[in-house]
């Protein structure tokens, strides 16, 4: 069974930086695309990063081009995202997500969701 837990949310100042990381079990990853995305409060779910578990393709939402870096430890089985220049329009609970094929950014496309992690950022 695949597990994907989140964590690394917080409370930041605008301008800040927080680490979110996705620790993935339950099966071998090798062909999977992983990625985040984020909701806010009555907003629907958004895209936000992607990395291929080879780490050859990632693409980013271009509302966090430039700031946010999306990374993963094969190791350690685990997907990073470093947000960096944190907006108050950033807060939303991020999820990280994985996908058996190439990426799609729809979340309808997702395979697996992990619980969420609540990322705060105050003016």
């Known amino acids: 069974q695949v597990q994907l837990v989140e964590s690394g949310g917080g409370l930041v100042q605008a301008g800040g930086s927080l680490r979110l990381s996705c620790a993935a079990s339950g099966r071998t990853f090798s062909s999977y695309s992983m990625g985040w995305f984020r909701q806010a409060p009555g907003k629907e779910r958004e895209f936000v990063a992607t990395i291929t578990w080879s780490g050859t393709n990632i693409y980013y939402a271009n509302s966090v081009k430039g700031r946010f870096t999306i990374s993963r430890d094969t190791a350690k089985n685990t997907v990073y995202l470093q947000m960096n220049s944190l907006k108050p329009e950033d807060t939303a609970v991020y999820y990280c997500?994985?996908?058996?094929?190439?990426?799609?950014?729809?979340?309808?496309?997702?395979?697996?969701w992990g619980q969420g992690t609540q990322v705060t950022v105050s003016s």
């Open positions: 997500a994985a996908r058996r094929s190439s990426w799609l950014s729809s979340p309808r496309a997702m395979d697996y």
